[in-house]
């Protein structure tokens, strides 16, 4: 455990690094706040620091920047997220005030806004479809062979998903499927409909079983959104890291596993190889979970350098979380 001062000086450290990305050199410290010691001690302090890992020095003559180590003992020693001035929270009340339309349209522009609010790539997972109540349920027909079914759900996602059309099918065999189908998911999750009742025409059951599975698959994928991914093109200094990062972005599966093992491990913030993701190793992921009616009902993160803003953007997720899952609610 660090004393009173070395916490105080590795703590304006951070703050000077995050705020310039230069190394720190003894003289800007033993000014700051809570330090106000001559620069002998704070170099003094600041090579006990890095013998102990919490600080590194690049450069020979250069000043020191925190490592992992350093961000760590920062971060878990905030006490609390930073406070979030007045007219940032008026922007993402307005903006959830606002939020209308489909469920898909909302969590994107979500992250978005989260993007444009912390400036590093913002992730939104959102709920799975099949453990929520079916608001509406139809089967519309394109041509002779094939038909589309639509599902809308009550937190106002819409899965749509095209099967084929048994042969002999009419129109009056379609529309007696769709009525069939509509009584028997509606008001009900898909997860608890294993099997549909018959309807006593085997044309139409097929056609609906055949419709059942394939928004029954289409329901448990996860949706993803992702924002500000190009800000961090500009967050590096080394092509080879901007490279790895893109790259990995690109893969949303690495990206949504990364997010949901942080939340299952009860992590709301990984500092470079914490979360366990190589190509993302100079990177720090804030994450929350979203929470409707006290059930975990998706995620949302951001993903920005180790040198992040960590009492902003933490600020930053927790609202914008707490809001979507109350927006959801409302649903």
Known sequence: MLDDRKTAILSAVVQEYIATALPVGSTHIASAPGVRVSSATVRNEMAVLEQEGYLVQPHTSAGRIPTDKGYRFFVDHLGAPGLMDASTQATIGDFFRSAHGRLEEMLHHTSDLLARMTNYAAVVVGPRAGGVEVRSAQLVGLSATMATVVVVFGNGSVESEPIPL??????????????????????????????????????????????????????????????????????????????????????????????????????????????????????????????????????????????????????????????????????
């Open 166 to 331: 048994p042969e002999g099918i009419g129109d009056a065999q379609l529309g007696a499927a769709s009525a069939h189908l509509a009584r028997q998911l509606t008001g009900r999750a898909l997860s608890t409909v294993p099997t549909l009742a018959p309807s006593g025409d085997d044309g139409v059951d097929r056609l609906c079983e055949a419709a059942l599975a394939a928004v029954r698959n289409r329901s448990t994928d996860e949706h993803v959104y992702m924002g500000g991914t190009s800000a961090m093109a500009s967050a590096f200094d080394a092509v080879e890291i901007v490279r790895d990062v893109l790259r990995t972005l690109e893969q949303q599966i690495v990206v949504v596993s990364l997010i949901g093992d942080l939340v299952e491990r009860g992590m709301s913030v990984a500092i470079g190889v914490e979360h366990g993701v190589e190509p993302l190793a100079a990177c720090s992921v804030i994450v929350a979970p979203i929470l409707v009616d006290g059930q975990q009902r998706g995620s949302v993160g951001v993903l920005g350098p180790t040198r992040m803003n960590y009492p902003q953007a933490m600020a930053t997720v927790e609202v914008v979380s707490d809001q979507l899952g109350r927006r959801l609610e409302d649903n």
